[in-house]
């Protein structure tokens, strides 16, 4: 549920601009945007790079990640903010804002103040 003076910010995604790397042609990026059974998976390994535009800069309360009872969802997740599209080392080496372990654990917060200005063009970096 979204809390009162909040908003889901699915139409202020800007899907030219977002891309995944290592995405299944199958199963791909566009999967994991829909409210629906599709799910995104990827084609080669356990990684995904996932780079979500805005066409407008938002405030992020919560994100909602959501995988299958089979043990088949994400166990590790680490989240940037307002970065230029990126590879698999640029990944490893920039400052996350938050780094989330799902194994074994079923719920995780983090300070969603981190997220006050996320920004959406595609390869823009603040």
Do not use: W
């Not at 043990?71 to 920039?94: H, T």
């Amino acid at each position: 549920d979204i809390p009162k003076g909040y908003m889901d910010l699915m139409p202020f995604v800007n899907k030219a601009g977002c891309e995944c790397l290592n995405e299944s042609d199958d199963h791909g990026f566009e999967n994991c945007l829909r409210k629906d059974p599709t799910y995104l998976e990827s084609d080669c390994d356990e990684q995904l790079l996932m780079t979500v535009s805005f066409n407008q800069p938002v405030k992020l309360y919560s994100l909602k990640l959501q995988g299958p009872d089979n043990g088949q969802g994400p166990k590790y997740v680490k989240i940037f903010i307002n970065l230029r599209s990126m590879d698999f080392d640029e990944a490893m080496r920039a400052t996350r804002i938050t780094y989330f372990t799902f194994i074994g654990t079923p719920v995780q917060a983090t300070n969603m103040n981190d997220f006050k200005r996320v920004v959406g063009k595609k390869g823009e970096s603040h």
